[in-house]
């Protein structure tokens, strides 16, 4: 009978010591916001669900038609002019034509780019190779927006034209071609969205790399991509490697010796992602 209670007192005391510690847990989950199921979970900014006092996001008047840059916008060319726009190489006032609400490239100058420095961004450009199609393959259509005047994302005529996968239009050139060829026959005018983080780097070496989201005529042709390395053509078979610069650069055109034109380029900073 006496080794019977002594057993009995003996497993009441197992199942307190585990409410014990049940309890316990409990505690410590309430105080850290683990709880589950409750209606003050927290999210992950520490935001309460559903709490009024939370900050509201800022009014952003949207464009009346899509592809028109929203209020929040740099517009960087409207049409009219190149004020805002310099000639790459010389410093000076971009040379090409401007007539019609659209730029053409000048054959007889250097690329341009702008005067203004950006980093990670949202890029909306439209652009259009000639009608008149000469060459094929790397030379027909070919021109570039160089983001942070470093990576290019590639524009050609690749509507029924054949060349290296990661240098046809929409490819981030040398690194990734685009998914799918979502290009439209020359002539007609083509869009791309982009959505780009810069890298970061640090003591001369890149700590987080750069990604791209990119949209060739409503098209995803990239999802969050995270680049490898540098889109500077260094030979046949050949690419420039990271290496490190300013946090913000300009964004830059190409003249690749075609007569590409261009028309309703804006873009909208992005916060930069602590590391």
Not at 45 to 69: A, I, K, L, N, Y
Not at 93 to 122: L, Q
Not at 140 to 159: K, T, W
Request: proline letters at 8%.
């Amino acid at each position: 009978m006496r080794l019977n209670n002594l057993r009995f007192s003996e497993t009441i005391m197992k199942a307190k010591l585990i409410m014990l510690g049940v309890c316990v847990l409990l505690v410590l989950a309430q105080l850290t916001g683990c709880t589950t199921g409750s209606s003050a979970e927290q999210t992950q900014d520490s935001w309460v669900v559903h709490d009024m006092s939370r900050p509201r996001p800022p009014v952003v008047t949207p464009g009346e038609q899509p592809g028109q840059p929203p209020s929040n916008a740099v517009v960087l060319f409207d049409g009219k002019d190149l004020s805002e726009w310099v000639s790459a190489e010389e410093n000076e006032p971009a040379r090409w034509k401007v007539e019609n609400g659209y730029m053409e490239v000048n054959n007889e100058t250097a690329d341009i780019r702008t005067k203004k420095s950006f980093g990670s961004c949202h890029l909306h450009i439209e652009w259009a190779t000639p009608v008149r199609v000469r060459g094929r393959g790397q030379g027909r259509g070919n021109s570039g927006v160089f983001i942070m005047s470093s990576y290019e994302v590639q524009i050609l005529d690749s509507y029924d034209n054949d060349t290296y996968p990661d240098g046809q239009a929409a490819a981030l050139y040398g690194r990734k071609p685009p998914s799918v060829n979502a290009c439209r026959p020359p002539g007609q005018w083509q869009s791309f969205d982009i959505i780009f983080h810069r890298p970061i780097f640090k003591d001369g070496k890149v700590r987080r790399r750069a990604t791209f989201t990119v949209f060739h005529n409503g098209v995803l042709v990239h999802d969050h991509y995270e680049l490898t390395g540098g889109t500077w053509w260094r030979g046949p078979h050949a690419i420039s490697e990271y290496e490190e610069h300013p946090d913000k650069l300009p964004l830059m055109l190409q003249n690749h010796d075609n007569p590409l034109r261009f028309r309703n380029i804006w873009l909208v900073e992005l916060p930069e992602k602590p590391l």
